[in-house]
């Protein structure tokens, strides 16, 4: 059994407060969905149609005025990121990663992000694609914002976690 679908039993009876819907995104505006925000979660992003030309989102993490950790998806460049300069502490780590993927043929494109506290493990296309990181914010940033660089719409399922 692949990891992805271990980890996702196990987290299951750990869910609370569900939070379901559709998030339309407009170009450059960012956007914060209501119950959705905390530092113990797992959220799920579907998309349909997703191709080179849909641009990217942006998820601020753990995020307030001053603090927030990005993970980007850019689906022009092929491209997912994690940048936690940001973040808080920042002493001797590196500050931004990222990996290439590929964008399924048939546009289906999911990502999965849990959180506990200070890391953050993320899955796409199933589980085909995963990394893990740490950020440093202060517990008070608990804030989860989107942005799209272009307009775009996916299925949300927020959980937190107890």
């Known amino acids: 059994m692949p990891l992805f679908k271990i980890k996702k039993l196990e987290i299951e009876p750990k869910r609370i ?35 080179s030309d849909s641009g990217s989102l942006e998820i601020q993490i753990a995020s307030d005025e001053k603090y927030s950790t990005k993970i980007n998806l850019d689906f022009g460049k092929y491209e997912m990121s994690f940048d936690r300069s940001r973040s808080g ?10 990996f290439k993927f590929e964008i399924p043929s048939d546009g289906k494109f999911d990502v999965r992000l849990v959180c506990d506290t200070c890391s953050a493990e993320l899955f796409a296309c199933g589980g085909r694609y995963a990394f893990t990181n740490v950020f440093y914010s202060p517990l008070e940033a608990e804030e989860i914002k989107f942005t799209s660089s272009k307009a775009l719409s996916f299925d949300c399922n927020f959980y937190t976690l107890v």
């Open 89 to 98: 502490t920042r002493t001797d780590c590196e500050t931004f990663r990222k």
């Open 17 to 51: 407060n569900p939070v379901s819907g559709k998030i339309n995104l407009f170009v450059g505006k960012t956007t914060k969905a209501d119950g959705v925000r905390g530092r113990h979660f797992d959220l799920l992003i579907s998309f349909e149609g997703i191709s």
